[in-house]
């Protein structure tokens, strides 16, 4: 079963920070690139960070670049989102997604909410 599973949202301050994670499995992790995406309410869903097969390329929204980094552990089957000096425009639920898996498209997880708030 192809599955995705995000966790590590929580309650933090502006200023502060969070990991966010993603397992992967039932399909091949290390042969898939990798995003993170959010929406926060009343928005649309949005792009925030992806990453290469390698982990060797990146790429990043405007609005997180320099704050976020986005990483993987192929032997974990793990992506990871780590996110620095957040702010209250990045409060919203974050999902991981394996985009265009062959013969079975777009897979997402459930998602993970993150709120900055003081």
């Known amino acids: 079963q192809v599955q995705l599973v995000e966790s590590g949202g929580g309650f933090v301050q502006p200023g502060g920070s969070l990991r966010l994670s993603c397992a992967a499995s039932?399909?091949?992790?290390?042969?898939?690139?990798m995003n993170w995406h959010r929406q926060a309410p009343g928005k649309e869903r949005e792009l925030v960070a992806s990453?290469?097969?390698?982990?060797?390329?990146?790429s990043y929204a405007d609005s997180v670049k320099g704050r976020f980094t986005i990483s993987r552990d192929n032997t974990k089957n793990t992506v990871y989102l780590q996110m620095n000096s957040l702010k209250a425009e990045d409060t919203a639920v974050y999902y991981c997604?394996?985009?265009?898996?062959?013969?079975?498209?777009?897979?997402w997880g459930q998602g993970t909410q993150v709120t900055v708030s003081s």
């Open positions: 039932g399909f091949t992790f290390s042969s898939a690139v």
């Open positions: 997604k394996a985009p265009d898996l062959p013969r079975r498209g777009d897979v």
């Open positions: 990453i290469s097969i390698t982990g060797r390329t990146t």
